[in-house]
């Protein structure tokens, strides 16, 4: 009998996930609440920066946002099959693995930020625009940086030397 437990496991770590969650969430009914929507009531804070208020009706890059709304099903559905996947792992880990837990916290933490969107509203609130010039990155939000921070730890992770002793 192992006497690796739940306390002892990564699950630990999902209070990260809460706190980007509710961060994210917080964010976006603040954007709703007070700025008008669309590109003509952005603010500008840099002059590469715009924070502005938009929909996202598909996924990342608003890919498939044309659609007639069985994307927002499709995206809603990977959102929970990743969520469970990323638990399962975490609790494979132990608290202690610091990198992984954090990559899996924060990509859960952003997956439901993002599905709350979709389930409350339909679509996803974006709020983030960085431009060079005329060229603006498609706008996006707290949750997707979680989701792309916690996406690039994992490949870095896979670049990192590993102690074989453990």
């Known amino acids: 009998m192992s006497d690796f437990s739940l306390k002892q496991s990564g699950v630990r770590w999902l209070w990260l996930a809460l706190l980007v969650f509710l961060a994210d969430i917080g964010i976006k009914l603040f954007v709703m609440d007070n700025m008008g929507y669309g590109w003509a009531n952005r603010i500008e804070v840099l002059p590469f920066f715009n924070f502005l208020y938009v929909h996202n009706y598909g996924a990342a890059f608003s890919f498939l946002s044309d659609q007639g709304g069985w994307q927002r099903w499709l995206f809603t ?4 099959v990743v969520t469970g996947m990323l638990t399962y792992w975490m609790s494979k880990l132990p608290a202690t693995e610091k990198w992984n837990n954090i990559a899996y916290a924060i990509i859960i933490g952003g997956a439901v930020g993002n ?5 409350v509203h339909g679509f996803v609130v974006d709020y983030l625009d960085f431009y060079w010039g005329t060229y603006h990155w498609p706008a996006f939000n707290l949750a997707d940086m979680g989701i792309c921070i916690g996406a690039a730890m994992i490949i870095l992770d896979g670049f990192r030397k590993k102690d074989e002793s453990k």
Do not use: P
């Open 77 to 80: 559905g990977i959102a929970f």
């Open 115 to 119: 599905v709350f969107d979709r389930v």
